[in-house]
């Protein structure tokens, strides 16, 4: 379009539903991402030789399951997603690498010349799900604008999609063009 720069990342949502994601770490990096996953329907994988506690918890509650070992290329046979939540640079290059090789995106955290997807910040409504991203240049402005949309946003607006959603097919029926039901 013009007057626009191109941007590097396209903002997508994708479907978890039941499919497995890695998370290599076992540290509080790893921990986020798990919290973050756990609010979905995904099998989460956790590679780490040992866990915090809230991972710990995680796994006890079944809401994720550890694999107790170093990370294995082969691990990432099937997964939908990857995380490296590691320190270590050298590892992290490497589960990228392979991920990559196998057609997984993957999120090195904090290393974006190595990642293939970043994770916004995320206001959440249920269903409403807004995401805020800055490709990365500006995590405490776009944890700012979260905090701002999170105040501003009512806590009953997925209660009003729900309810939109019912409505839905009559409003197809009786407006059955695109732009009618837009206008």
């Known amino acids: 379009m013009k007057g626009h720069l191109p941007v590097r990342y396209f903002p997508i949502f994708v479907d978890l539903d039941h499919q497995?994601?890695?998370?290599?770490?076992?540290?509080?990096?790893?921990?986020q991402k798990v919290r973050l996953l756990a609010r979905t329907t995904a099998t989460i994988k956790i590679v780490a030789a040992e866990l915090c506690?809230?991972?710990?918890?995680?796994?006890?509650?079944?809401?994720?399951?550890?694999?107790?070992?170093?990370f294995s290329p082969d691990q990432l046979d099937g997964c939908r997603l990857a995380y490296a939540a590691i320190d270590d640079l050298t590892e992290a290059a490497r589960i990228a690498f392979a991920a990559r090789a196998r057609g997984v995106p993957v999120n090195a955290i904090d290393r974006p010349q190595l990642c293939s997807f970043i994770t916004p910040a995320i206001v959440?409504?249920?269903p409403v799900v807004v995401a805020i991203g800055s490709e990365g240049t500006a995590p405490v402005l776009v944890?700012?604008?979260r905090a701002r949309l999170?105040?501003?946003l009512p806590a009953a607006l997925g209660?009003?999609?729900r309810f939109a959603q019912g409505l839905r097919r009559r409003v197809v029926a009786s407006l059955p063009d695109g732009r009618s039901r837009r206008a």
């Open 124 to 126: 959440d409504r249920d």
């Open 143 to 145: 944890g700012r604008i």
């Open 20 to 31: 497995p994601v890695l998370v290599v770490g076992g540290g509080e990096q790893a921990a």
């Open 150 to 152: 999170e105040a501003e």
């Open 53 to 70: 506690p809230e991972l710990e918890a995680a796994v006890a509650a079944g809401r994720a399951e550890w694999l107790a070992s170093a």
């Open 159 to 161: 209660a009003v999609a």
